[in-house]
């Protein structure tokens, strides 16, 4: 009778190993998102992209090793609220204005800017600097007629060409308002000079971040390399190895979590590695 009840208890626990695998290798992609698959560091594969074959659905991931990293597929907002432009005919405007754009290479977006928002923050100043530069073209009572379309236009395609290195596509840009700036022109000029500052460290702070992912992607590359040539010489290691990581990721307490207890037998296959067996 002991024996038996052993036996139900031991088929339970792996039953139960059995489903917190599963739960940890599905994950579910909506409509509205794209995914791509990191692994070690490095994309392997996508979901849901434009002029992809895998759609929306359920699919399964090797636990430990992929990542899951969710991209927006619907359009994104980018905004600009009162910048201050100097036209052609040197009056200080205030502009608000905002671009629309879109995800369209994922995997290029992951490497280069890491997420959405990575996005915004590279593409911000180079709204105000290719916005800036043409309706500094520009005199102020333009901006009122139909040339201020054509404007809008070559913002639109100055920045979608930048965007590109994202991996995004800039699909509208309109301006919202512009205004004359209120209060004394001298201390105009100073919050000007000062805005044109904070987006010249904007700009160089994206670009080393950008820079700082692929250098970060490469090294991470590299490193798997390393990790998968020695693991291939000591197979023995490599299971240690992944041993510890399942320990890890099984026993360790979840923070904010309920507590769980796991009954094994001192004999159970997976706890091989506590006493010694390969």
């Known amino acids: ?10 088929s339970i626990i792996a039953v139960a190993i059995a489903l917190i695998g599963l739960m940890m290798s599905v994950y579910v992609v909506n409509e509205e998102e794209q995914v791509v698959i990191v692994r070690t560091g490095q994309p392997v594969g996508t979901v849901n992209t434009p002029g992809g074959t895998k759609g929306a659905g359920l699919y399964l991931r090797i636990p430990f090793i992929d990542s899951v990293r969710r991209v927006e597929r619907r359009l994104l907002d980018l905004e600009l609220n009162e910048e201050e432009v100097l036209s052609n005919d040197q009056q200080r405007l205030l502009v608000d204005a905002y671009a629309r754009f879109r995800i369209t290479d994922p995997v290029r977006m992951v490497e280069r800017a890491g997420t959405t928002d990575g996005v915004r923050t590279a593409l911000q100043p180079i709204l105000n600097s290719v916005l800036r530069q043409e309706l500094g073209r520009r005199t102020f009572q333009a901006m009122l007629t139909a040339e201020r379309g054509t404007a809008l236009a070559t913002v639109r ?3 979608d060409r930048q965007a590109r290195q994202y991996g995004a ?11 004359l700036p209120s209060g004394r022109p001298l201390e105009s000029a100073f919050t000007r000079m000062e805005s044109d500052r904070e987006r010249e460290a904007r700009t160089i702070r994206a670009a080393g971040t950008r820079d700082a992912r692929v250098i970060r992607a490469e090294a991470d590359a590299e490193a798997a390399n390393i990790f998968a040539g020695a693991f291939g010489k000591d197979p023995q290691f490599y299971d240690f190895y992944r041993a510890m990581q399942s320990y890890d990721a099984t026993f360790a307490k979840r923070e904010g979590g309920p507590e769980s207890s796991l009954i094994l037998s001192p004999d159970n296959e997976y706890l091989r590695q506590f006493q010694g067996r390969r």
């Open 1 to 10: 009778m002991q024996n038996v009840w052993e036996n139900h208890r031991l």
């Open 169 to 179: 596509e800039v699909v509208d840009v309109q301006i919202k308002r512009t205004d």
């Open 157 to 159: 395609a100055n920045l």
